[in-house]
Each structure stands twice: as C-alpha cells, then as structure tokens.
Nanobody, 114 residues
C-alpha cells in the first residue's frame, strides 16, 4: 500500500487547511485511515482516525476544529483543519491500517504562524 499526502503549507492563526491522502495498491475493504502529527522535539501523536464504515475518533486537542472524512471509492482520506493554532504546527502523517498491518505516508508540513 502506498500513501500520497498533500495539502500542507503555511497559514496564519485562525486559518484553514485541508489535507488529503490517497491510498493505492492492495486496499482491503475494512480498514482504518487516519492522521497523526509530530512536532519538533515531540512524539508522534494521533490527530484523527476514521474506519471504512465511517466511525471517527479525534484527539481532544482538535475536537470541534478538525473534521476527518473519507471517500471509499477514491481510497482517500481528508482532514479539514479550521481555527488553526500555532500549536498545530507539525509534520502531518497519513496512516492506513488493515489486517494487522500499518502503512505510513511521507508526511506533509503544516506551519501555523503570523
């Protein structure tokens, strides 16, 4: 499975960005896709996940500001990020999990700064 993420960039506090991650290869019908992030000097942490049947999970720090969604036909997961804060600055990684296997994308930089 290969993951291609896009949509990162530089945004001012309070702004919005939308990340996309397309999965290709041997995609299982039942899977979990999600976003994680890693800030400098910190461990990688969960941002949000969504399973193929639609159940979603969010980190407390992004609830009410971020929305995860997916298109199962395109095997693509999205992360709409609103009301961005400087503490959201990190490299964001896409993850695909199925049948006990995890696959990671290369990451996309999100910088929130004025």
């Amino acid at each position: 499975v290969q993951l291609q993420a896009s949509g990162g960039g530089l945004v001012q506090p309070g702004g919005s960005l939308r990340l996309s991650c397309a999965a290709s290869g041997s995609i299982f019908r039942l899977n979990v896709m999600g976003w994680y992030r890693q800030a400098p000097g910190k461990q990688r942490e969960l941002v949000a996940t969504i399973i193929s049947v639609g159940n979603k999970n969010y980190a407390d720090s992004v609830k009410g500001r971020f929305i995860i969604s997916r298109d199962n036909v395109k095997n693509t997961v999205y992360l709409q990020m609103d009301s961005l804060k400087p503490e959201d600055t990190a490299v964001y990684y896409c993850k695909y999990s199925a049948r006990g296997m995890d696959y990671w994308g290369k990451g996309t930089q999100v910088t929130v700064s004025s």
